[in-house]
C-alpha cells in the first residue's frame, strides 16, 4: 500500500529561521512521482514541486529547497530566511508510474511564520 | 480569468437537500478530479475523469455522484447532504496521460450541511 506521512502538524517559527518540513512516504513501486503543494490562507492549492523516484538531485528554488532520499523514503521540505508570507499548509503527495493511478496526500503541515 | 473555476465558491444547505457544485476549466486538460478537504486529513479524492467517457470513484465516493458534461466540465452531486459532507471541495485538472504530471486546482467551495 502507498502511504504519506507528515508527521509535523504544526510548526511555528520566527521570522528569518530556517525551518524543514518532514515527508515520509511508502511504496513498493520503483517508478513513482512526489510532489509539494502549498496552501496559502486565501486556500487555494498551488503546485510547488515534482520529483521522480530516478531523480534524487536536490533542487533549489531560491529560498525553497528539497532533499529527496530513497534510502529513507524521505522528500523533505526546507525554507531558508523563512518570511510571513511562507505561512501556509503545505502538503505533500506520492503517485505511482502508472498512468492510471492517483495522487495519495499527507495530512499537510501547517507552517506559521512569527514577525 | 482563472484556468479553473467553481461555483458556488461558498454554500449553507440543510440536511436532505440536493446540492450540485459545478467545476469549469479553460486548460484544456483531459483529467478532472473532485476532492474534499477536512481538517487533519489532508486532501481525499471523490471522483474522477481521465475524459468525457471514463468516470471512475475515488476513495471516498459514497453519498456523491458526478458528471463530465463536456471536456471542459465537471460536476459533483450530493443527492442528499448530510452534515458530515461539510467540508472544502477542491475541483482539478491534469494532462494526462502521465501521472508525473501536477495537477492545477480550482480555488475551493466551502460547503456547510446544517
Known amino acids: 500500500a502507498q502511504k504519506v506521512t507528515q508527521a509535523q502538524t504544526e510548526i511555528s517559527v520566527v521570522e528569518k529561521e530556517d525551518v524543514t518540513l518532514d515527508c515520509v512516504y511508502e511504496?513498493?513501486?520503483?517508478?513513482?512521482?512526489l510532489f509539494w503543494y502549498k496552501q496559502p490562507p486565501s486556500g487555494e492549492l498551488v503546485f510547488l514541486i515534482r520529483r521522480n523516484s530516478f531523480d534524487e538531485q536536490n533542487e533549489i528554488s531560491g529560498r525553497y529547497s528539497w532533499n529527496f532520499q530513497k534510502s529513507t523514503s524521505s522528500f523533505n521540505f526546507t525554507i531558508t530566511a523563512s518570511q510571513v508570507v511562507d505561512s501556509a499548509v503545505y502538503f505533500c503527495a506520492l503517485n505511482r508510474g502508472d498512468s492510471n493511478y492517483q495522487l495519495i496526500w499527507g495530512a499537510g503541515t501547517k507552517l506559521i511564520i512569527k514577525p | 480569468d482563472a484556468d479553473v473555476t467553481q461555483t458556488p465558491r461558498n454554500r449553507i444547505t440543510k440536511t436532505g437537500k440536493r446540492i450540485m457544485l459545478e467545476c469549469s476549466q479553460t486548460?484544456?486538460?483531459?483529467?478532472m478530479y473532485w476532492y474534499r478537504q477536512d481538517p487533519g486529513l489532508g486532501l481525499r479524492l471523490i471522483y474522477y475523469s481521465f475524459d468525457v467517457k471514463d468516470i471512475n470513484k475515488g476513495e471516498i465516493s459514497d453519498g456523491y455522484s458526478v458528471s463530465r458534461q463536456a471536456q471542459a466540465k465537471f460536476s459533483l452531486s450530493l443527492e442528499s447532504a448530510i452534515p458530515n459532507q461539510t467540508a472544502l471541495y477542491f475541483c482539478a485538472t491534469s494532462v494526462g496521460p502521465s501521472s508525473y504530471n501536477e495537477q492545477f486546482f480550482g480555488p475551493g467551495t466551502r460547503l456547510t450541511v446544517l
Open positions: 511504496t513498493r513501486d520503483t517508478t513513482y512521482y
Open positions: 486548460k484544456g486538460h483531459d483529467r
